[in-house]
């Protein structure tokens, strides 16, 4: 049995429909596997980025750690007791601890009160002069102040203001000059303390003692007579006037310039101690900066990286979308085409008894001059 014009119409429409739904489904999928190709590309970087970051900071990490206040410590210490040890050669160990006491003092309740009882009378003083104030600018004296010719009473006021101001300002220099005397008061005691001038002259004398009586002096104060005496007796010189010259000259010169060169010893210290602490908390310094900025320019990376995944995500969704869109629009496409078909053959077929699925309609049966000129036309006609 033959297929009529009307089903082969409406298969064409469904074929039609099924290819579409298809090419939309592998479009979709197409789409969903390049964006997660793509993410998982940008997952790998991003992982790779915070290894990278992991192994800068482990590298780094020493360096930090030698910024470490308590590992500086030590190397800060050693300026403090190498200056003692030069206050206490110079005659100055005393003054240092004059110096602890003033600052012992100035930390006291006492000491820090009277800054306490100075900022209340301030501020007394200061609500007492706002008072008086107010009163003034009321007064005759202001509201009336006389104006010599040519002036404004605006500046003469400006200036009984001024004036005002002036002298509230001194009142409260006043108040602060009491609390310096009363400050001065409880320092002299210790500035003027003979004690620790003392207790420098008696630090001196044992850090130069320290020295005299120390292995380095005794050695080579005993090679140096005795190379004296050798040389003396050598010359036949033994008894002479310029041996016990040399001899009692030789053991204060050598403690001069022992005394010096430890001098100069602890003022390296000095130096000494205070560069290594600040080398080593630059070097802590410029290593935490590295690992910040390591942090920062990764943490960068890492948010490009996420942003390129959610676009590629967000892309693959788009194109999935599309992909469906196509394929439904061509889905309609082909229903509407095949539907379009079928009502344009039934417009034709109107009036004919015949079957658009499969039998002849009326048009199908009549000669082509009928069909030209219509049913009842006959060419005799």
């Known amino acids: 049995m033959a297929i009529g014009t009307g089903t082969a119409i409406l298969a064409a429409g469904a074929l039609g429909a099924g290819a579409s739904t298809l090419s939309g489904a592998k479009g979709a999928s197409a789409a969903r596997s390049a964006a997660a190709t793509q993410a998982k590309s940008q997952g790998q970087a991003v992982d790779e980025q915070r290894r990278q970051f992991d192994a800068i900071r482990e590298l780094l990490s020493p360096y930090i750690q030698a910024g470490r206040p308590d590992l500086t410590q030590p190397y800060i210490q050693t ?95 006043d108040i602060e000059s009491k609390a310096y005397a009363e400050r001065e008061a409880l320092m002299q005691p210790i500035l003027q303390d003979q004690s620790y001038a003392q207790l420098g002259a008696e630090r001196q004398r044992q850090a130069i003692q320290q020295i ?40 204060p010169n050598l403690l001069n310039q022992l005394i010096e060169a430890q001098y100069g010893k602890l003022a390296g ?64 496409g082909a229903i509407g085409g095949g539907l379009q078909n079928y009502a344009l053959l039934s417009t034709l077929n109107k009036g004919g008894g015949g079957s658009l699925f499969g039998s002849p309609g009326m048009t199908d049966s009549l000669d082509p001059f009928q069909r030209t000129f219509g049913a009842g036309a006959s060419p005799e006609g």
Not at 102 to 119: C, E, M, N, R
Not at 222 to 235: H, Y
Not at 303 to 309: E, I, P, W
């Open 79 to 173: 300026g403090p007791g190498a200056l003692q040890g030069m206050q206490a050669l110079a005659g100055l160990g005393g003054e240092a601890d004059r110096q602890r006491a003033l600052y012992q003092l100035q930390q006291s309740p006492q000491f820090t009160g009277i800054a306490d009882v100075t900022k209340a009378n301030i501020a007394d003083y200061q609500r007492q002069r706002d008072v008086e104030l107010k009163a003034f600018q009321k007064s005759a004296d202001y509201k009336k102040a006389p104006t010599p010719k040519g002036a404004s009473r605006k500046n003469i006021q400006a200036d009984l203001l001024a004036q005002f101001q002036k002298q509230t300002q001194a009142g409260i220099r």
């Open 212 to 251: 005299e009586q120390g292995p380095l002096f005794q050695e080579l104060a005993k090679q140096g007579e005795q190379g004296i005496l050798q040389n003396a007796s050598a010359t036949g010189g033994l008894r002479g006037g310029n041996v016990q010259g040399a001899l009692a000259q030789f053991r």
């Open 269 to 332: 210290l000095t130096t000494l101690g205070s560069s290594s602490a600040q080398n080593l908390l630059n070097t802590g310094s410029a290593a935490a900066a590295g690992t910040a900025a390591g942090a920062q320019q990764s943490a960068q990376n890492i948010g490009n990286l996420m942003v390129g995944m959610g676009q590629a995500q967000a892309a693959g969704q788009i194109g999935q979308a599309n992909a469906f869109a196509q394929g439904i629009g061509g889905i309609s």
